[in-house]
Each structure stands twice: as C-alpha cells, then as structure tokens.
C-alpha cells in the first residue's frame, strides 16, 4: 500500500524565517508528487513534481523531488503571517490497484507568528 | 473562471439517516474525486469518476457510494449514517487523471 509520511508534524516560526518541509514516500508506480496549502477548507495545489520536472518554484516558495532517496522538500523563505496553515503532500500512483488515487501524508501544520 | 463547488457547505444529520453530497467540477474537468477528512485524520480517498464511470474506490464500505452525471458533475451518498462519519467530505477535480487535481471547499456533514 502507498505510503506518505511529512515531518515535522508542526513547526513554529517568526516572520522572516525560512522553512523546509519534508516528504517521503513509499508508492508502487511512482507517477507525480503534489504539495497543498490547507487553511481554513480547501487544499489549495501548489506544485507538481514528476519525473521530467523535478524542481519547481513561485516566489518564495519552492520544492525539490528526490527520486533516488524517494523524497520531497517544501522550502519557504522569508514566511509572513498569510503562511500559516497546514501543508500536505501527496503521491499520485500511476496504475494498479491505486490508480487515480493521491495518497496524503499527514500534514505540517505551520505557525507563522509576527 | 469557476473553482470546484460544492454544497451544501455543512448538513446535520442523525444516526441511521442518508445524507447527499453534491460537487460541480471545473468546466472542462471530467475527472472527479472524493475524499473524507476527519477530525485528526488526513485525507482519505474515497471515490474517483470519470466519464460517468466509478473507476476506483478506497477502502470504505458500500454504503459510501456516488455517481457522476452527464455533465460531470457528481453526488456523493452515504446511507445508514454512524457518528463515525462527521468529517469534512473534499471533492477535488481534474482535466483529466493524474494531473493536477483542484478542490473544493467541502462539505462538513455531522451525524448526531
């Protein structure tokens, strides 16, 4: 069964600092891996990561896909208050059983205090 | 251009009862999914459509079942309802899948 664990389970900062969130995964037919930022409902997507695009970045966000050591970074600098929120990672399989399926770890939950 | 709606936004239920969910995707979206969040819980996959079709299911038991219109858009049902299914229910979207998939803001069904 696919796997995803996040660490750490939460993290507490001061505006300006610089965060690394990290994802591992265990999934049978690796295909992509996807980050959300989870507020209040909705898990907004932040980026994709796949084979062919492994690196990927927006503002101050960005994140790495490491295939050999089956893992996902989620970098953020310089945080502000509006990055407050939980931030999920997910596997997506590309056949079998999983098929069409994400697979979420179990969150960061990330404080951002002024 | 529209996210992915659903409604209603919260449904209280009793025990025993049959509650309906319901999600538009993004236009052009055929993919469809839902995902049960409980309380401490991650997100768990529920059900995927695609072109009327249920393509996959997680591991819940047959009272949780769905369909997908012509339209795309799709009802999610959960029959005989136990306190154990209060959660935010999560339908998420997609052009096609295993890309990018958009969610909506939920459903919070409580069972009382």
């Known amino acids: 069964e696919d796997k995803v664990v996040q660490s750490p389970l939460s993290l507490v900062v001061h505006e300006g600092d610089t965060v690394t969130l990290n994802c591992s995964y265990e999934?049978?037919?690796?295909?992509?891996l996807l980050w959300y930022k989870q507020e209040k409902k909705a898990p907004t997507f932040l980026f994709m990561l796949?084979?062919?695009?492994i690196e990927k970045k927006s503002g101050r966000l960005s994140s790495i896909l490491d295939k050999k050591e089956l893992s996902s970074i989620l970098n953020i600098t310089a945080t502000q208050t509006g990055d407050s929120a939980i931030y999920l990672c997910?596997?997506?399989?590309?056949?079998?059983?999983?098929?069409?399926?994400?697979?979420f770890g179990q969150g960061t939950i990330l404080t951002v205090h002024p | 251009e529209a996210g992915v709606t659903q409604s209603p936004t919260h449904l209280i239920k009793t025990r025993g009862q049959q509650a309906t969910l319901r999600c538009s995707p993004i236009?052009?979206?055929?993919?469809v999914y839902w995902y049960q969040q409980a309380l401490g819980l991650g997100l768990q996959f529920l059900l995927w459509?695609?072109?009327?079709?249920?393509?996959n299911r997680g591991n819940f038991p047959p009272r949780f079942s769905g369909r997908q219109f012509p339209n795309y858009s799709s009802e999610l049902n959960v029959n005989a309802l136990e306190l154990e299914d209060s959660a935010l229910y999560l339908c998420?979207?997609?052009?096609?899948?295993?890309?990018?998939?958009?969610f909506g803001q939920g459903t919070r069904l409580t069972v009382v």
């Open positions: 998420a979207s997609s052009l096609v899948v295993n890309t990018e998939a958009f």
């Open positions: 999934v049978t037919n690796f295909r992509s």
């Open positions: 796949t084979s062919s695009g």
């Open positions: 997910a596997v997506c399989n590309a056949g079998g059983t999983s098929y069409g399926k994400l697979t």
């Open positions: 236009s052009g979206h055929t993919s």
């Open positions: 459509y695609d072109e009327g079709e249920e393509r």
